[in-house]
């Protein structure tokens, strides 16, 4: 073989070689610090969740993962901000289903495409909303809570984490279901909204079980029902909206790791693997316990799964919100 054609044979071998390896960034990611963005204000029901798993990344990762909070619509701003963000695997969203699935349809303007603008990485926690009210509220369960609001919805008034929340959206589908209106006071997070309701200021609140837990077993607040169909692992004293009466009422909630969309697939895969082993980790998964967030079972983790997953959670919550008639400008 002449000269000539050996070099063109290695510059051949070269090029397809460039085009199997991942790119120098991507394989050698991370090289400096992250930043998980939680599209809500701090001290609210992600919070927790969120910085429990910052701190196992980190360990797994061997960088710092930062948590930053940017709240606004319902997750939307946060999340937006991810969704444009350099596709380098340094920036990251913690969201709910608010953030990536209730939003498609409940807003007239989204800001944003889930399935088109984010990377899905994997499915952290499944977490049970529940029914609580201010501790003097005079209701003992789910049936006594309805008779009481449809005599008093005109002088009640309901707490959420902001317009737009999935917790917010809980209680605007439970109003709907039990044929009651009553005026909702929107909160700058879960936490001011928690405040106020043990302050007796608000009547009641669709919180996650995360932020609900310790006030419910400190008993300064009143719990009414897991606003699912089964109890939860964390409250498994609370008897089920389903039990009480109230069947096919479903409104829990979850949280998810994704980046933007035209993040490297080799990024993708080792945020995968370590969201995963960060989740592995015994101190992760009892300080996930002991505040009360469920995680996902292993086969429910991979990006794979995710992206089925958010396709079907889109989809069911579009005919509850259309059904419902809720919707935001």
């Known amino acids: 073989m ?5 070099l063109r044979a290695a510059i051949a071998i070269g090029i397809a070689l460039h085009a199997f390896a991942p790119p120098a960034a991507a394989a050698d990611w991370p090289t400096r610090p992250m930043t998980m963005v939680v599209p809500f204000a701090a001290g609210g029901t992600a919070d927790p969740i969120a910085r429990v798993l910052a ?10 993962v930062i948590v930053e909070n940017i709240g606004g619509a319902g997750g939307m701003i946060g999340a937006n901000r991810v969704a444009k963000a350099p596709a ?20 007239k303007h989204p800001l944003y495409n889930t399935m088109k603008d984010f990377a899905p990485v994997a499915l952290v926690t499944q977490q049970p909303i529940v029914l609580v009210a201010r501790k003097d509220l005079p209701v003992s ?3 006594q809570f309805i008779a009481y609001t449809k005599a008093n919805q005109a002088k009640m008034q309901y707490g959420s ?37 043990i302050a007796g200021r608000i ?40 039990e009480q009466g109230l069947a096919d009422f479903d409104v829990s909630t979850w949280y998810a790791v994704s980046l ?21 980790i015994p101190t992760v998964e009892t300080q996930m316990k002991k505040i009360g967030a469920d995680l996902v079972a292993s086969d429910r983790r991979s990006p794979e799964y995710l992206q089925k997953f958010l396709e079907s959670e889109i989809a069911k919550w579009a005919k509850t919100i259309r059904a419902s008639g809720v919707a935001m400008d």
């Open 55 to 64: 701190a196992g990344l980190s360990q797994v990762l061997g960088q710092q």
């Open 203 to 242: 009547d009641y609140q669709c919180p996650v079980n995360v932020l609900a837990l310790p006030q419910i077993e400190s008993h300064t607040i009143k719990a009414i029902a897991v606003l699912a169909p089964e109890r939860s692992p964390s409250l498994p004293s609370l008897a089920s909206a389903q």
């Open 141 to 143: 369960g789910l049936q």
């Open 161 to 197: 984490a902001g317009a737009g929340s999935a917790v917010h959206l809980a209680c605007v589908l439970l109003n709907a279901a039990i044929g009651v209106n009553v005026a909702h006071v929107p909160y700058r997070g879960g936490g001011p909204a928690m405040q106020d309701l």
């Open 2 to 6: 002449s000269g000539c054609a050996l």
């Open 260 to 280: 933007p969309k035209a993040t490297p697939a080799a990024i993708v895969r080792k945020l995968h693997d370590a969201t995963v082993g960060a989740m592995n």
């Open 88 to 107: 380098d695997g340094y920036q990251f969203v913690f969201g709910s289903s608010g953030t990536f699935a209730q939003s498609q349809t409940l807003y």
